[in-house]
């Protein structure tokens, strides 16, 4: 439901499902946007700036790079500011949306701008998973988290959507993202109707920046305790976890990063074959998460994300396979369908070896999954050679995640030993 504040007049949502449609607009914004709309108008910002896809490459890794430190920086913030730091990262993720408008930018400065809106993505996807899946009851948590999830495909879809849309009108990539910033807004609003209800007047919040101050030394000492004790008795079980999410990363970003570019180069036919494609990622993303929940349920997650694995990789691999569109639809179609999944169910299972703990985990986690983007497009790039051919990308993508696929089989014998 929604109340007013005694005090205030703006409205505080407590209703659980509104919460997690919030959530899924939060996803939508920071992740489908700020993220992945660089997919969707990657062609058209390559045509109107004339860039190599080698700059193009460089440009992806320098935003999942900043995703990598966003992620680093959501595990040391304190969980009494959360949502204040959550509302951070998301204004930065609108603004740095909004700021790719501007015309005749400088390369200097998009790579600053992507990179801080990778650090505002990693930042807000973390602390907003955090955030909004603890206000939902135990009995409902399960169902509600899809729900949250499933603002990635969403964003991406819509990302695909805007794009054709804007695309057809005459416009170019600067009004794309301008749209696309505005249409963020209304979010901020949102968020503040979900904050804490003490969030300005606990006088114990207000004390606690004095309290918590701390060195930098203090914070370090602090954080390797916090670590030992996270993974201690299940160091090498939660290696090969992460090794394996490193290589799911590397393994999905090559189709996430240029699938509309080679649909553009393969389809030469088909106008905008490449927002239809990546359309059809966001849709598939969308709808199939609530149905790896399910499985998961009757089979158990670690199951599910192996055969999510194996499925990713034969995704990889369909390209090389069948070159017109069967290999790129068929690709799309898996990659939507498999990557959200392989993402709920890996943090799923991390932040369940040690639930007291959840949150360092999960950011140890998402760091291996950065750690992954970041390499992936710049090993694609220089495997593309001067004729953009992508196959040995993609190939190399699908050994990866076969590896990833042994690496988590390793974990699953590792984990029943330790039981």
């Known amino acids: 439901m929604m109340t007013a504040s005694k005090s205030r007049t703006f ?31 990657l062609p058209d910002i390559m045509t109107q700036l004339a860039l190599s896809t080698t700059i193009a490459g460089w440009l992806a890794s320098v935003n999942y790079i900043g995703y990598f430190i966003g992620a680093l920086i959501a595990m040391f913030i304190p969980h009494h500011i959360t949502w204040r730091a959550l509302m951070f990262g998301t204004i930065v993720s ?29 930042v807000a996807m973390i602390l907003s998973s955090s955030f909004i899946i603890q206000r939902f009851s135990i009995e409902r948590r399960s169902v509600l988290s899809t729900v949250h999830f499933a603002g ?41 109707a979900v904050r804490p209800l003490n969030v300005n007047t606990s006088k114990q919040a207000q004390a606690q920046p004095n309290a918590e101050h701390r060195s930098v030394r203090q914070t370090y000492i602090n954080f390797k305790r916090s670590l030992y004790e996270a993974i201690v008795g299940q160091t090498k079980a939660i290696s090969l976890l992460a090794a394996s999410y490193v290589l799911a990363g590397f393994g999905y970003i090559t189709s996430a990063t240029f699938l509309p570019v080679m649909a553009a180069q393969r389809l ?48 990889m691999l ?46 140890l986690a998402t760091l291996a999954y950065g750690a992954g ?47």
């Open 11 to 41: 409205t505080t949502i407590t209703n659980e499902t509104a919460t997690a449609l919030i959530g899924l607009y939060c996803m939508a914004v920071v992740m489908g946007y700020g993220r992945f709309l660089f997919t969707a108008t």
């Open 94 to 122: 609108i603004v740095t949306t909004i700021l790719l408008v501007i015309p005749d930018m400088s390369l200097s400065l998009w790579y600053v701008i992507r990179l801080l809106a990778g650090i505002a993505s990693g």
């Open 152 to 192: 990635i495909g969403v964003g991406i879809s819509a990302s695909a959507i805007l794009t054709w849309w804007l695309l057809t009108l005459g416009f170019h990539f600067d009004m794309i993202w301008l749209v696309a910033g505005i249409s963020s807004l209304p979010l901020l609003w949102l968020l503040y």
């Open 268 to 315: 030469t036919t088909q106008t905008y074959a490449g927002l239809l494609i990546w359309l059809v990622v966001g849709i598939f993303a969308m709808l199939s998460n609530p149905l790896w929940g399910a499985l998961a349920k009757r089979i158990g997650e670690v199951k599910t994300l192996m055969g999510l694995t194996l499925l990713q990789a034969l995704g």
């Open 318 to 363: 369909l390209p090389l396979w069948f070159d017109g569109a069967f290999g790129l639809y068929g690709n799309a179609a898996i990659l939507g369908s498999t990557f959200v999944g392989m993402v709920s169910m890996t943090l799923n299972i991390i932040k369940n070896m040690n639930p007291a703990y959840s949150n360092l985990l999960i950011g």
């Open 373 to 419: 983007q970041f390499i992936g497009p710049l090993v694609t790039v220089a495997l593309a050679g001067e004729n953009d051919n992508f196959n040995a990308g993609l190939l190399v993508a699908g050994i990866g995640l076969l590896v990833s696929f042994v690496l988590i089989l390793l974990f699953r014998r590792q984990s029943h030993r330790a039981i």
